[in-house]
């Protein structure tokens, strides 16, 4: 078991080229053992592309590359490519492509770990890793019958990753957890019913946090291989029939707790919580502002020692967890954990680049409102009247904040 201050967590990345932008530091602050990042900026400031280039360069790092140094590997790439081509090019090609992938990977951007020795990513059965992108593929197939655990398995170590493998393979995962307690209890083996029954509370409980329903259940169909979440309200909804909301969210459960499982089932301990790195392009895909609020918090609760990094245009995402470093690609401005405190409003000025803190409507009324006093300036009654007139034909629209603003206005 790999413990957090053995695990190589990011703490910077030096972006060469993420099309919009080029060479910049990503400074993670340094939160012990280590700072989640959020990656905020406007359209097509390179956020994804960053995301992207995380991924395709910490799998380049599973497999096959152990002799090489994460810093300093570029040009050592490059040498041994040439070294490669030109000893026996035939012979050597594939693994010269190999390299040259690899070097395109790097080339992109280079990252650094809290620990500068990567034999921790060679075993995959040790942590977690996952990168979902922002489209969230949350079809999950039925099941026809139970399968071997291998293929969950074998698509754990895999080099690519494959979250859309275990989104759709979900229910056939929890039917072969169910069809094991069945042999368990036949067999009476009392620690393996335990350990079932602890995973399906824990599912219970997290899907109750999402729909806010704590008497939530996930009901078995034994004869049908199907799972129903029976909500307080009696409604009985299957995987397929969930609100867009719910399922993006579940998605991403989805995935990280088919891996969990396998992770604790491979280290033979159902408590562990393994370290990793999990890359979340736009979390807050289909959810309400309130669900927006507490995908991070839910996420790290149940995964303390991954390493989250989102890339969002939310500001309730950006303010919902501690220990995180928000790092807006547009302006390059780094925040820490200051943004939890800040209101929606504050942020949206401060950080999401807008004027005001008010809507396109009120910013109208707030521009007629300044042309009445600038037209009027010599006739204060026939200012007064055009302002009400003014107020009379909006008032639907005027906030409590914004009315105070307005007559601040009126004693400048
Ligand atoms: N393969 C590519 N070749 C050339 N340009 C690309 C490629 N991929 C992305 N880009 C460009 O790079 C820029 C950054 O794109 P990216 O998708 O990373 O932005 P983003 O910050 O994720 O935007 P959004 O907030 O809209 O998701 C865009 O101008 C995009 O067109
Ligand atoms: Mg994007």
Do not use: W
Not at 244 to 257: P, Q, T, W
Not at 329 to 338: G, Q, W
């Amino acid at each position: 078991m790999i413990t957090p201050a053995e695990f190589p967590y990011i703490t910077s990345i030096h972006v060469n080229d993420c099309y919009t932008y080029q060479n910049f530091d990503i400074d993670l602050v340094k939160h012990q053992p280590f700072s989640h990042l959020i990656l905020t900026g406007k359209n097509g400031s390179g956020k994804s592309t960053i995301l992207k280039n995380l991924d395709l360069h910490i799998t380049s790092l599973f497999h096959n590359n152990e002799n090489i140094e994460l810093n300093d590997s570029i040009n050592k790439l490059k040498k041994e490519i040439k070294r490669l081509e030109n000893s026996n090019p035939t012979s050597n090609q594939s693994q010269a492509n190999d390299l040259k992938n690899i070097l395109k990977t790097f080339g992109r951007l280079l990252i650094t770990f809290s620990i500068q020795d990567n034999v921790y990513f060679n075993n995959r059965k040790r942590f977690i890793y996952s990168y979902l992108s922002p489209i969230r593929n949350s079809k999950v197939n039925n099941v026809l019958s139970p399968t071997k655990q291998d293929e969950f398995e074998r698509q754990l170590t895999q080099n690519k990753t494959s979250s859309e493998y275990f989104i759709k393979n979900f229910k056939q995962f929890l039917v072969n957890r169910k069809v094991n307690q069945a042999f368990a209890q036949l067999r009476n083996n009392k620690e393996e019913i335990e350990k079932t029954n602890t995973f399906f509370e824990g599912i219970e409980s997290i899907f109750g946090e999402i729909f806010e329903d704590k008497n939530l259940k996930l009901i078995f169909v034994e004869d049908s291989y199907e799972f129903f979440i029976q909500l307080n309200d009696g409604r009985q909804l299957t995987f397929d029939i969930l609100p867009d909301g719910f399922s993006a969210f579940l998605s991403i459960l989805m995935d990280l707790f088919t891996r969990l499982d396998l992770i604790r089932k491979s280290v033979g301990n159902f408590t562990y919580d393994p370290c990793g790195i999990v890359l979340i392009d736009e979390p807050e895909t289909h959810l309400h502002l309130s669900l927006q609020y507490q995908v991070l918090p839910i996420l790290t609760k149940l995964f303390p020692n991954v390493q989250f990094i989102v890339a969002t245009h939310s500001p309730a995402v950006i303010s919902s967890i501690k220990n995180v470093t928000v790092f807006d690609l547009t302006s390059k401005e780094v925040m820490s954990d200051e943004a939890v405190g800040k209101s929606f409003s504050e942020l949206m000025v401060s950080h999401f680049g807008l004027d005001n803190e008010f809507s396109n409507v009120a910013d109208g009324i707030f521009d007629k409102f300044n042309a009445i006093i600038k037209e009027y300036r010599g006739n204060i009654p026939q200012r007064n009247a055009k302002l009400k007139e003014l107020l009379n034909e909006n008032e639907k629209y005027i906030s409590p904040t914004m009315r105070f603003e307005l007559e601040a206005k009126l004693s400048e």
